[in-house]
């Protein structure tokens, strides 16, 4: 009965070595970095529904990134660079989920009161594009701190070219919308679910 009881016992502490042999560094990193992830996405739920706030400390951000370079004057490349990636956020932010042109029935919106109503989708919903722009200022805040990212331009000529491509990029999306019949923002539309005033009181 002791043999047994002896067997069993050194089963068990070879399992347990095994097991804090197994939890190696890698796996301590691994579990960290998970749970961060999960506290960081926790975070960022909780601000899904403040658009106001969210888009005031994204221009908090702008802002100081922009008095970094001021003072620094320089990383204008950095800045070229931030420009390029918010446009093209930009036109997947204003532009729909399916493209009209690649569906098969045209994929214009419902002209008609028969037609059937179809919601705009952004390719880019509105919280991933504000979070992707609040990314790209940090991480370019962050790269204005070393120098090998400074590369010296003339930047009077970067900045006339994007001026360029944002005034083509959006005339060719203006365009976009204006043959499908979309309109990406709900400025002046009906909003329902909200009571009429009574109009018991009006005498």
Known sequence: MES???????????????DVSSSSPADAVARL??????RQQHLLDKTV??????????????LIYAVRVY?????????YAIGIYILNLLIAFLS??????ASLGGGSLPTRGSDEFRPFVRRLPEFKFWLSITRAFVIGFLMTFFDV????????????????????????????MIRYRYVPFSFGKQRYGKKAPSMENSD
């Not at 068990?12 to 070595?17: A, G, I, K, P, R």
């Not at 003072?71 to 800045?79: A, H």
Request: with cysteine; aromatic share 16%.
């Open 71 to 79: 003072f620094v004057q320089g990383f204008y490349i950095i800045t």
């Open 149 to 176: 990212f400074d590369v010296p331009v003339f930047w009077p000529i970067l900045l006339f070219y994007w001026v360029m491509l944002f005034f083509l990029t959006m005339r060719k999306q203006i365009q976009h």
């Open 33 to 38: 970095t998970h749970a961060l992830s999960q």
């Open 49 to 62: 529904p403040h658009v106001l706030y969210r888009w005031i400390s994204c221009l908090v951000v702008v």
């Open 4 to 18: 047994k009881t002896t067997a069993v016992s050194t089963a068990d502490n070879l399992q347990s070595s095994e």
């Open 96 to 101: 729909p989920q399916e493209d009209p042109e």
